[in-house]
T-cell receptor, first 113, second 113 residues
């Protein structure tokens, strides 16, 4: 029962272009969403989050969009840089109850020079 | 400004032995979460603790696994009588409240011989 899905295992983007990573969820109780970036042999690093009362949140080169009716969120990185090459995880949690995060399987982003 | 500290980074155990994984949260954080990541998968929630209390253990296997977060000292994830299937990366995260992003340590990689 995969409640959070990242359907693209990998994505390759040219340096300077926009990277778009996608995430779908099935649980309508989710109302807080996060993106994490992970390098090999390190822990996930928090990037950006969005609550369900918003449809967009921006922080520097990173923008997260939330479409509640479609149960879909996306992370835009622009412009993409070589240091952005990593595995990106989307995660979701319910406001009520314990704050456990449900993670997607991850998308490996490669930025080509 | 130390982040979440986990030790050991790597732990090798033989089948039937006990494994103890330690996590010191970020300074000022009183909420601790444990996650497990199997190869090529996303992180899976195990347990959520506050000082001296288990808040949500819905992701913990019913047998052999236990967790604590004492008043003094780090949080401990304990796995008794380890089996090959326990081989994974175990990540700890902390936050300063239930509505703030979780920040992760670099994990403990557990290998069972």
């Amino acid at each position: 029962d995969q409640q959070v899905k990242q359907n693209s295992p990998s994505l390759s983007v040219q340096e300077g272009r926009i990277s778009i990573l996608n995430c779908d969820y099935t649980n309508s109780m989710f109302d807080y969403f996060l993106w994490y970036k992970k390098y090999p042999a390190e822990g996930p690093t928090f990037l950006i989050s969005i609550s369900s009362i918003k449809d967009k949140n921006e922080d520097g080169r990173f923008t997260v969009f939330l479409n509640k009716s479609a149960k879909h969120l996306s992370l835009h990185i622009v412009p993409s840089q070589p240091g952005d090459s990593a595995v990106y995880f989307c995660a979701a949690s319910e406001r009520l109850g314990a704050q456990k995060l449900v993670f997607g399987q991850g998308t490996r982003l490669t930025i080509n020079p | 400004n130390a982040g979440v500290m986990q030790n050991p980074r790597h732990l090798v155990r033989r089948r039937g032995q006990e494994a103890r994984l330690r996590c010191s949260p970020m300074k000022g954080h009183s909420h601790v979460y444990w996650y497990r990541q199997l190869p090529e998968e996303g992180l899976k929630f195990m347990v959520y603790l506050q000082k001296e209390n288990i808040i949500d253990e819905s992701g913990m296997p019913k047998e052999r696994f236990s967790a604590e977060f004492p008043k003094e000292g780090p949080s401990i994830l304990r796995i008794q009588q380890v089996v090959r299937g326990d081989s994974a990366a175990y990540f700890c995260a902390s936050s300063d409240s239930r509505n703030q992003p979780q920040h992760f340590g670099d994990g403990t990689r557990l290998s069972i011989l």
